[in-house]
């Protein structure tokens, strides 16, 4: 996978936010799946419900910020998505 760097999750982050700046979100979500899937934190999951929020689905950003605050409580962007989603 990219030329053996399967096992650093920020280059793939890296990648998920080129595609998220132009709007390609499909790519986006791929490469922070591949993220989150080698590092399970916070950002990774808040990266996912930014993706999710960005395209309108609530739920599913919803469902990952909650993860993001499982792993970190006081995680501000997690808790900005929450109240931007007025659910």
Same mark, same amino acid.
């Given at each position: 996978?990219?030329?053996?760097?399967?096992?650093?999750?920020?280059?793939?982050?890296?990648?998920?936010? @080129? *595609?998220?700046?132009?709007?390609?979100?499909?790519? #986006?979500?791929?490469?922070?799946? !591949? $993220? %989150? &899937?080698?590092? +399970?934190?916070?950002?990774?999951?808040?990266?996912?419900?930014? @993706? *999710?929020?960005?395209?309108?689905?609530?739920?599913? #950003?919803?469902?990952?910020?909650? !993860? $993001? %605050? &499982?792993?970190? +409580?006081?995680?501000?962007?997690?808790?900005?998505?929450?109240?931007?989603?007025?659910?």
């Amino acid at each position: 996978e990219l030329g053996g760097i399967k096992y650093f999750p920020s280059i793939y982050q890296s990648l998920g936010y @080129i *595609y998220t700046g132009l709007n390609l979100y499909d790519k #986006a979500t791929k490469f922070f799946q !591949k $993220a %989150l &899937k080698l590092n +399970p934190d916070a950002t990774s999951y808040v990266d996912m419900a930014f @993706i *999710y929020w960005t395209t309108g689905e609530k739920e599913e #950003a919803l469902h990952y910020c909650k !993860k $993001a %605050l &499982k792993a970190e +409580p006081e995680n501000n962007m997690a808790l900005e998505i929450i109240r931007e989603l007025k659910l």
